[in-house]
């Protein structure tokens, strides 16, 4: 295995561990929603010699010498993201998902200041306003909810919480709520109550750069996003803003700075020191990748794949939450199933089967977030392993299986022989010998 020789021969045993794991994914059915399988290239750009270089600070203006290769390498980065989502302005340097949305709360809001973000039961993330998250805790958080009869997100609604609330900020998101967002509609409740409009895409942003959802990039003042989700770049994330801050009048008096510096100063100085450079040479090789044509064609395949599985499912009397989905992920509510708090169970079986998935609340739950109803699944990793809408039914029948067999382990072993089967036609990393 060349691409991992040397680590081989000088520690086996952190090599034999790389192994097994290389072995799980290519063995199994990766159906966890906010994972991808990226490409070699960018790997190879994660494991490249910039993860020895520190370089605080932006490009042209650092605090240590020996730059030019760091700045040519976010340069191309920032302007292929540019690019890819027609941002006009972009801080790739958070290290990922949770300090960049941190870094937008230090930018906008003073603390205690009051925010709108969808509830963490309902499909929000945890720095959207969780009571134990740094967003909960130091800022006031109005959560709204979906409707309890479509749980479907509801604006009206949250117009009406944010008349009484009145936000500074309003976060459109999701990270286990299988529908569009209206982000037009998030954006007209903001006008209507002078709130900055923070768009989370972290989960989308394969789907948006892709052509198969909308992007909120003309309307949001504030777009955060992961890179190593939908889009399939390495573990990370950056900050795409406006140049104006529209409520600098209003909210940012005391400061001249447009809304592109607010975000800057927020990343660097305000909460990190330098930044990630090998990870910003692998979002540029990423970003690269997401700007080909066939890019287009694994977004759509995405959704494609997503809704196969939520139709066989269906089919089979599983109930989803809102009945469907129009994006890369599924929720399964098991309690019409009599199987109320027994997430965890499930998502063990679906373990011995070969099908990786997690366990999460369902909109409204009764049980724990540790013990929930509910199972999360989607198709970003098996899209990117080249499954279609034949493979889709199969995965959909076989999860199914495990549902009504998830106590018998003989027939859970026997469904992961038939996953085995399955993705061995599907290499992850052909060439790279992982499985010799
Ligand atoms: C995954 C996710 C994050 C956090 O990303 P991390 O890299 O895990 O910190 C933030 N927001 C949303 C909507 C997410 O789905």
New binding site residues.
């Given amino acids: 295995m060349e691409f991992m020789q040397n680590i081989q021969d000088k520690d086996p045993e952190v090599s034999a561990i790389i192994d097994n794991e290389a072995q799980r994914i290519e063995e199994g059915v990766e159906l966890i929603p906010?994972e991808n399988f990226v490409s070699k290239a960018v790997l190879q750009a994660i494991g490249s010699v910039f993860t020895n270089k520190y370089s605080e600070g932006y490009p042209r203006k650092r605090y240590y010498g020996g730059q030019e290769f760091v700045d040519d390498v976010e340069e191309l980065a920032i302007e292929r993201a540019k690019k890819l989502f027609g941002a006009e302005h972009v801080n790739l340097q958070p290290y990922?998902?949770?300090?960049?949305?941190q870094a937008v709360f230090f930018a906008l809001l003073n603390l205690k200041d009051s925010f709108m973000g969808l509830d963490l039961s309902c499909g929000?993330?945890?720095?959207?306003g969780s009571p134990v998250n740094f967003s909960g805790k130091h800022y006031s958080c109005t959560p709204y909810f979906v409707d309890k009869k479509t749980e479907l997100i509801d604006l009206d609604e949250i117009k009406r919480q944010a008349t009484l609330a009145k936000p500074k900020m309003i976060i459109s998101?999701?990270?286990a709520y299988p529908r569009k967002l209206d982000f037009k509609g998030f954006q007209e409740v903001c006008d209507a109550v002078d709130a900055y409009h923070f768009a989370?895409i972290?989960?989308i942003a394969g789907l948006i750069a892709g052509g198969a959802h909308e992007s909120p990039i003309k309307l949001a003042d504030v777009v955060?996003t992961?890179t190593?989700?939908t889009l399939r770049g390495p573990?990370?994330?950056m900050i795409m803003c406006k140049e104006e801050d529209k409520f600098h009048d209003l909210y940012h008096k005391d400061t001249k700075k447009n809304l592109a510096k607010l975000i800057d100063s927020a990343v660097f100085p305000g909460l990190q020191g330098g930044p990630h450079d090998h990870i910003t040479a692998a979002k540029a090789v990423a970003f690269k990748e997401a700007l080909q044509p066939d890019f287009k064609d694994y977004a759509k395949q995405i959704v494609k794949n997503a809704k196969v599985i939520a139709d066989t499912l269906m089919d089979k009397g599983i109930k989803l939450v809102t009945d469907g989905t129009d994006n890369h992920l599924i929720l399964i509510d098991m309690r019409p199933k009599g199987l109320t708090s027994k997430g965890k169970e499930l998502q063990n079986a679906m373990d011995l089967a070969g099908i990786t998935l997690n366990k999460n609340s369902v909109p409204f739950d009764e049980a724990s977030p540790f013990n929930p109803s509910g199972l999360r699944l989607g198709t970003p990793a098996v899209t990117t392993r080249g499954m279609k809408e034949g493979e889709m039914k199969f995965i959909g029948e076989s999860i199914a299986k495990v549902i009504d067999n998830y106590e018998d382990k003989t027939k859970l072993k026997a469904i992961n022989e038939e996953i085995k089967e399955l993705v061995k036609k599907f290499p992850i990393y052909p060439g790279m010998g992982i499985l010799q």
């Fill in positions: 906010s990922s998902g949770s300090p960049a949305n929000g993330h945890l720095t959207h998101s999701l990270t989370d972290s989960h955060t992961t190593h989700k573990r990370s994330a």
